[in-house]
Every structure is written in structure tokens, then in C-alpha cells.
């Protein structure tokens, strides 16, 4: 994608999708960790998961803006609380 993995870290942070960086063998902090715990814990399934990869990739690539994202974002937390009532 054209990104290291701090820049796409800070991209995505922007977007309201928070990951982390990681080291990869022989490179320096290059690598995105994604985990799934929260959202799955949350009743997200794969359906939601194809959601958040399109919208990662399309603000790493610069398709979709920030603060269009975060919406998006925000949204779809909005339809998984993580405590229901």
C-alpha cells in the first residue's frame, strides 16, 4: 500500500481504527498487528470484519477521508455496544 506501518498507524488512528505497529525480520517497525478480540466480543462477525478491511484499506490508499471513516466507524460501534442493555 505504499505505507510504512507507523504512517498507516497514524492514517488509521485519524479514522477512529486503532492497531499497532510490530516488528518484522530483518525491517524495522513496518507491520500492522490486528486483533480481533474486541469485535468479535462485541457480536461482530465476518460480515463486519470485510466492512473494517475495505474501509482500512481504502484510507491507507487514500480513497476514503479520515473523518468520513470515523463515521463509519462510529456507526457500525454504535450497532455492537460492547454492554447491551
Given at each position: 500500500?505504499?505505507?510504512?506501518?507507523r504512517t498507516a498507524r497514524g492514517r488509521?488512528?485519524?479514522?477512529?481504527?486503532?492497531?499497532d505497529c510490530c516488528a518484522l525480520p530483518?525491517?524495522?517497525?513496518?507491520?500492522?498487528?490486528?486483533?480481533?478480540?474486541a469485535v468479535t466480543?462485541?457480536?461482530?462477525?465476518?460480515?463486519e470484519m470485510?466492512?473494517?478491511?475495505?474501509?482500512?484499506?481504502?484510507?491507507l490508499r487514500g480513497g476514503t477521508e479520515p473523518a468520513r471513516?470515523?463515521?463509519d466507524v462510529r456507526e457500525l460501534a454504535a450497532a455492537f455496544p460492547p454492554y447491551p442493555r
Open positions: 500500500l505504499g505505507v510504512d506501518g488509521l488512528a485519524a479514522a477512529g481504527l486503532v492497531l530483518h525491517d524495522d517497525d513496518r507491520g500492522l498487528r490486528l486483533g480481533t478480540a466480543t462485541q457480536g461482530m462477525g465476518a460480515r470485510t466492512f473494517v478491511a475495505g474501509l482500512l484499506a481504502s484510507v471513516a470515523r463515521e
